[in-house]
């Protein structure tokens, strides 16, 4: 089977990076979210991104306008669809909307299609469970920003065929990704690494030992990090971070267990730099 539509659920942080990206490698690309005014969001994103790329004269101006050409929006998942080859979701991270989703899509999608989620953790045979194409169903773990970031998980569930991971591997390379192929569990390999590190990281600021600016400094420059803990934390969202955290804690005991502060944190809505606050104060910059 040849890829050549792309249907993008969600148009948020990753849904327009992801939108931006198989767009830019000669995908069609129909982006969908809840409402227009997200939808226009994500494509403002987009065309602020694109715009960085001609600044730095990395791409043209013509380049820029005929990605954004490839780039079609809905509100409705069967509009979506229609016609796509590979779906991605990057909808919010509840198992059990995904769920709902992908049964939905086992019934609007083409028999062919293939069905695959950005998920950072969840389980992609309990997704896969929703349809009646499980081997049709992958882990596509994107990171942010999707357009700079290079790496791209591959998650095979139980079911999912070989055939899927081939086209899954050919699209990623053509989009410009490296890939890495991971068997279905929590967390994945990125995931559950770098949850361990934050969680880490948090208690040593519990315990007094220095400052979420001093232990960010300390990472940046002894570990060669491009960002500290907490301003990676602040960049993905606390809320985001300690969904993670429960429910790594779940599947691999309390080594995941997230600190207080960053329960209170949350508890308090400070979630980041979507919030304005987060370990840091966004609202004068």
């Not at 809905?74 to 016609?83: E, M, P, R």
């Not at 198992?95 to 049964?103: G, N, R, S, T």
């Not at 420059?221 to 491009?226: D, T």
């Not at 960049?235 to 005991?253: I, M, P, Q």
């Amino acid at each position: 089977m040849e890829v050549k539509k792309i249907a993008v659920l969600g148009s948020g942080l990753m849904g327009n990076g992801i939108a931006q990206v198989a767009a830019f490698s000669g995908y069609d690309v129909c982006m969908m979210d809840i409402s227009d005014e997200l939808v226009e969001k994500g494509l403002a994103r987009i065309q602020k991104s694109l715009q960085r790329f001609v600044k730095a004269e990395k791409l043209s101006g013509g380049d820029a306008e005929a990605v954004l050409n490839r780039i079609s929006t809905a509100t409705n998942l069967a509009d979506t669809v229609k016609g796509a080859q590979l779906v991605i979701e990057a909808i919010p991270e509840n198992l059990e909307l995904k769920k709902k989703v992908f049964a939905e899509l086992d019934e609007l999608c083409d028999t062919d299609a293939i069905l695959s989620s950005n998920t950072s953790e969840l389980s992609i045979t309990n997704i896969a469970s929703a349809t009646k194409r499980p081997d049709k169903v992958i882990g596509m773990h994107w990171f942010n920003p999707a357009p700079m970031m290079k790496l791209i998980e591959i998650v095979d569930g139980v079911d999912t065929s070989e055939e899927t991971i081939a086209i899954i591997e050919e699209v990623s390379h053509k989009m410009g990704k490296e890939t890495v192929r991971v068997k279905d569990a929590q967390g994945f390999v990125t995931s559950r690494i770098l949850g361990a590190h934050m969680m880490e990281c948090m208690r040593v600021l519990e315990e007094g030992l220095a400052t979420a600016a001093d232990i960010d400094k300390a990472i940046r420059l002894g570990l060669n990090y491009p960002m500290g803990p907490f301003e990676l934390a602040d960049y993905v969202g606390l809320d985001t971070l300690l969904f993670a955290s429960e429910g790594l804690t779940e599947a691999f005991g309390d080594r995941f267990r997230a600190p207080q502060v960053l329960r209170k944190i949350v508890e308090a809505g400070h979630l980041g730099r979507k919030t304005g606050r987060g370990f840091y104060d966004y609202t004068e910059k």
